[in-house]
């Protein structure tokens, strides 16, 4: 749908690519602020791209 | 200026301090390196702003506030508790009841023979050493924690 690599949403949202890669394997929780970032960027509602999990919020917590 | 001409940088400002410890060593004269350490210090904070493929994140903001909080919970336990070593050293008057016959041990040791001020420098020389290596090893498990090595380009 979205041919673009980590690299390029990296740059255009302004972060680094292994920030965007440590958001895919959910071992960074992303501040609100950049999560809308990366849903407008999308043209989408952010609860198209992220959901919730209790499980991986506790870990972020810990 | 890039993130490699920058670190090329850092270490001519280290190798220009360490010859500038040097001389002042020769000349006696601490306040040369001390003015100069934190001109030193202050110019990297400058350089570092004009690094232009230095990106940071609130990711890697986060990894660094979390591994100074962490090296802070630590370091200050370890401080404290030398440092109440090193009050209780001086403050060795011993004032509850003793057995008749007891002899206080002399008083003719003076704070500053328990810990000479020139051996304070070595002290927080060591401290320094410690808060750093703390720093490094909480950064690099914060580092690894949120991703920081993780490498699957789809």
């Not at chain 1, 690519?17 to 849903?39: C, H, M, N, W």
């Not at chain 1, 209790?54 to 972020?60: M, P």
């Not at chain 2, 990297?44 to 990711?59: H, S």
Request: proline residues 4%; aromatic residues 14%; charged residues 25%.
């Amino acid at each position: 749908m979205h041919d673009m690599t980590q690299e390029d949403l990296a740059q255009t949202i302004g972060v680094t690519r292994q920030t965007i890669l440590a958001i895919e394997k959910g071992k960074y929780v992303p501040s609100l602020d950049l999560a809308f970032r990366i849903a407008r960027h999308f043209n989408v509602n952010i609860e198209e791209v992220f959901t919730y999990d209790e499980e991986v919020r506790s870990v972020e917590i810990d | 200026m890039k993130k490699n001409t920058f670190y090329l940088f850092i270490g001519c400002i280290a190798l220009a301090l360490l010859a500038l410890f040097w001389y002042s060593v020769e000349i006696h004269n601490q306040l040369l390196i001390e003015v100069a350490f934190i001109i030193g210090i202050v110019i990297i904070y400058l350089a570092r702003r004009k690094v232009t493929d230095l990106i940071e994140d609130e990711r890697s903001r986060k990894i660094t506030q979390i591994a100074a909080m962490r090296t802070f919970q630590v370091f200050w336990v370890v401080f404290c508790a030398f440092s109440i070593g090193a009050v209780m050293q001086m403050l060795r008057v011993p004032s509850f009841p003793r057995e008749r016959g007891f002899e206080r041990p002399p008083m003719d040791i003076l704070p500053p023979e328990i810990m000479p001020l020139k051996m304070m420098g070595y002290v927080q020389l060591g401290l320094l050493c410690l808060m750093i290596f703390l720093y490094v090893g909480f950064r690099f498990y914060y580092a690894r924690k949120y991703g920081d090595w993780e490498t699957d380009e789809e």
